[in-house]
């Protein structure tokens, strides 16, 4: 992985952190909120992946002496590089649980910490947040459109550089079955595959002896490519011939990849010739520009295809490429803070917090959740961020709170998950979630209000602001 | 960095390289190019960037303990494991210079190596070049759009994870002058820079406390982000007041930073506002969702910005997201090799290639290239690719071949280049292109043709294996 150290950030993070340090504010308490403001893909909801990455990666966060070295150079003073030698991260982390639903304008992530900490991790938490939600997003509307078939990553050739090693544990976060990165299978611990690629048919005369020694060598793992010259005149007749020499030997050819052309009819007529060939268990892969829309249109003409392998559109989560988060200071010198904007919905939510999830009798999401003051113990009504006039009493649902505690005066509390523990978690969340959510056209707009302590407090906060300016 | 192992690859690599080990042709010559299609951004040209980092892994490139582990798990057989505990690549590299420009169709860089060898690189080159090679193409047309003012890379916190850490190379070789990458900016020799964010002004009750306090530890690099509040009511007047404080001290205020709003108008009145006060000297910085389109049309308005601070659409290369780059196979077993397809574009160039660009006689770009086989020395004609009837005589231009081997048996023969070194180059370059080659709308289509023996070449074994179909 990579080895993050301290400067894994923006210039300002340091700027600011040394005004602060000679401004006797390095004890001082600040919070500051990691959310976002829109849904990606124009979708109804977000999974939220990263925390497990980011955790780590605070844990062991140092300045090394190549930091040091350049800040010198970059002309940050003794007293402060002193301090930057010694720095740990010594404060509390409230999160939400990595795989679940996450929505706009609401916390995801608070950090609790001497204000020059926190300030120092913003850059790596929006770095590693951001980029993972949006490819466990993105990987989760392909589960949606594939239904129970395989999903394979095989994205890592197109990826953003070495970006692509945490796509990959994303991608399985979100409801994929394997990758090709044998990398991150490694450190991930997430289930590799593949297939076979143009160039090792190429390097034969006859297709057919490449199939043959692939065959041989791999017979417990044999997915012919199927498309090198002619997939239907040439690769599927040749891989049914293995196939059958694979069967003399009481082997079992595991499946073909089709990579160009009319996937659909390509899938239905090579399921034809297959079955006639009495190699109805033969599997049927398809890869070439795949993504959730692709899928849907291929499953809607009934394309017998068993796998998709998927790359460029899931690890660069085009056609969004970012999710917009944003960390925010909301409370510090003792007081909650604000930013203001023209804009209702970009003022931010003062104070320290907690996000209440609503369910319904029967355990299902109501589809709303309730921010609050963190120190509010009871409150039945939730009202809307900036319509007065839309408020709702929560009397009939069931709430839970979703920002947990997950690192102490900057010790780990939280049991560290698997990315197969996250991906059944994050699985079973969108199951609870009301399909009208999950529909790719215009979902149903998921809540998210506010307690009327915390709508007044930030009212007040924006009044005494306008009042100043 | 990112500490590669040779398990930074796709699966198959690996598979296909057990074949070849347990069939005999672990000792054989391939040789693979790197080439992509398809320009970004419907743009004239792409930059090639991303040479160096992938030198510098490849050199380095083994399988440890941990990825041995692994792949032993996976069931790969102990005599191949052995042999890749001894993997190390020992071949021939050809490659264009990082930072000149590259365009589809031609080989970009090309591997002559033990087949296996050769095989092992192509994900890790193909994910290394197509994005760093995607972010210098993005950048370089925001500095065609930006003339001569400055552009700053913002982009880690919206970045790809740790695919920021080269992206911000990329911005840097494409055109921008510095980063606010910390961490990317120690490695790659980058100058650093940076403003103030909102949080550090929301953390006062007033905000030309926070603008005084930066300035007075932050004086000779003050730049003060103002529409925390209201950009023209406080935020330009507090930063007048805090400019004169400074000149009252002998120091001066570096710049005042906008990051929402209407960016044309702000920075006109803002301007007025500090020329007024006789801050002339003060240099305008902005912004909030930036690209090469949003750039045009504020400096179209006379928008009077010194500096664009550019995040989102930089790291992401959006729309497009990725570049297309492929890595194919052209020769292996002692011939040249080919893979069909039914889109003639798509058929790759077999055999070992050289590649030279045509240049008029005062030494600019002819806006041309020809691609031929290694071994001509003699040739006066190109050939379309596809259509038979389109031809040129080449006697009127000078030829320079663009191909130099960088790596002989494994050792890096060309010498390293710094990255301002390579930007520079870049630049130079880009200056040789015609303008109409660097238009955003329709620019002129650059040239890439054949030599006669390559299409022919090329021709007579697409003839062979369609006979064999």
Partial sequence: MFDYTATYT???????????????????????????????FEGGYTIFAGLEDLLKAIENLRFDQKDLELLEKEGMDQE?????????????????????????????????????EAQLLETLTLNTLNYQSLIATKASRMRLAAGDRKLVDFGLRRAPGTGGYAASRAAVIGGFNSTSNVRSGRDYNIPISGTMAHSFVQRYDEEIDSFRDFAEVRAHDCVLLVDTYDTLKSGVPNAIKVGKEMEERGEKLKGIRLDSGDLAWLAKESRRMLDEAGLDYVKIAASNQIDEEVIKSLLNQNAPIDLFGVGTSLVTGRPDSALDGVYKLSYANEEPRLKLSETVSKINLPGKKQVYRLFNEDGSFYGGEVVALADEDDFDIMVHPSDPKQSRILTEFTKEPLLEKVVENGKRISIPRATDEIAEFSRQQLEKLPKEFKRFDNPHAYKVGLTKKLKELRDSLVHRHKERV
Avoid: C, W
């Fill in 80 to 116: 402060f590089l002193d301090y930057l030698e010694d720095f740990k991260f010594s404060g509390n982390i409230y999160s939400a649980k990595e795989g679940d639903l996450i929505f706009p304008n609401r916390p995801v992530l608070s950090v609790e910490a001497p204000i020059i």
């Fill in 10 to 40: 923006d210039q300002y993070q340091i700027t600011m952190s040394q005004v602060y340090f000679h401004k006797g504010m390095k004890n001082e308490t600040a919070i500051f909120d990691y959310f976002f403001r829109k849904l990606p």
